[in-house]
């Protein structure tokens, strides 16, 4: 009997998700505003994730949640709707429908994490954001590190792939400037493939740090993508306030591969598309 999935908020993630879920042969289901974007193969459920009203009975006994919602305004107010109410009532809607539920996933952020003097962090790193998102972030983490069911929560940094094209384009333009502060990204992909990897992993923990392999400064990056644009290196700017380097160990341990284990190999095909439409 295949595998009964729910992923709430199915944008990017989700659909890169859905699709190796579906490839491992599990029934899966997305919630998302507009649900036509959903990926071939996931079925509709169509409520709204900030509107408890709208929710009617599940469509089916769900065995694994993945909530993967994302605000779409940056203000308090909307991020606790989606992030802590949204979470907190469809987990709560699910349970009322008696669902399985053997595993429900929250992927959270490194906003989390307030260190900004290039220090590492990881999973046993203080948590003490200095903005309002890494704040509700942390009280939605809660709810899912204190669920009945086993509840894990995956921090994500920086999420970039294919259709993502603002840093090329700044360095394109010539507007990216090259500091010295730290910074950490995952491709697309591998937060796909790593939420499929912890939903098979037998005995996982409560919390991951996603992150690719090699946390780099902002000048490796913008010098990196200038010389495979043929453009002029960009300029020395100022410090940025973010600057911490995210550690993946705990991860890495688990077994997961990176399909892109650097930014080189993740933005290497998103500058070769971007070329060929300029060319075109």
């Known amino acids: 009997m295949s595998n009964k999935v729910l ?6 993630v989700g659909n890169a998700l859905a699709a190796r879920l579906l490839a491992d042969e599990c029934e899966v289901w997305g919630v998302r505003r507009r649900v036509e974007a959903l990926a071939e193969g996931v079925r509709p459920w169509r409520i709204d994730l900030t509107d408890p009203g709208s929710f009617d009975r599940p469509p089916t006994a769900f ?15 909307h991020y ?8 907190r009532d469809l987990l709560g809607a699910l349970r009322d429908a008696r669902c399985p539920l053997r595993r429900v996933f929250f992927t959270s952020s490194t906003a989390v994490y307030g260190q900004s003097e290039g220090e590492w962090v990881d999973e046993s790193s203080a948590t003490e954001p200095p903005r309002f998102n890494g704040r509700v972030l942390l009280e939605a983490e809660a709810i899912v590190r204190e669920a009945p069911e086993t509840g894990i929560n995956v921090r994500l940094s920086g999420i970039y792939g294919p259709g993502r094209t603002r840093l090329v384009r700044k ?3 010539g507007e990216a ?9 995952i491709h ?14 037998e005995t996982p923990e409560t919390l991951y740090l996603g992150s690719d392999d090699e946390p780099v400064t902002t000048a490796d990056v913008v010098t990196w993508l200038s010389a495979e644009l043929s453009v002029p290196a960009p300029p020395a700017g100022q410090a940025e306030r973010f600057n911490k380097r995210c550690r ?21 095909p998103i500058v070769q598309e971007f070329l060929s439409q300029r060319r075109g």
């Open 7 to 12: 992923i709430a908020g199915c944008g990017d």
């Open 63 to 77: 065995d694994y949640v993945f909530y993967t919602a994302s605000a779409d305004r940056r203000d308090e107010d």
């Open 80 to 87: 606790r709707s989606v992030y802590v109410d949204g979470l």
């Open 171 to 173: 360095v394109w333009d």
């Open 177 to 185: 400037t090259a500091t010295g502060s730290w910074t950490n990204r």
């Open 188 to 201: 697309v992909e591998d937060c796909a493939g790593a939420l499929h990897h912890l939903m098979r992993l």
């Open 248 to 268: 993946n160990a705990r991860l890495r341990e688990t077994g997961y591969r990176f399909e892109h284990p650097t930014f080189r190999e993740g933005y290497r």
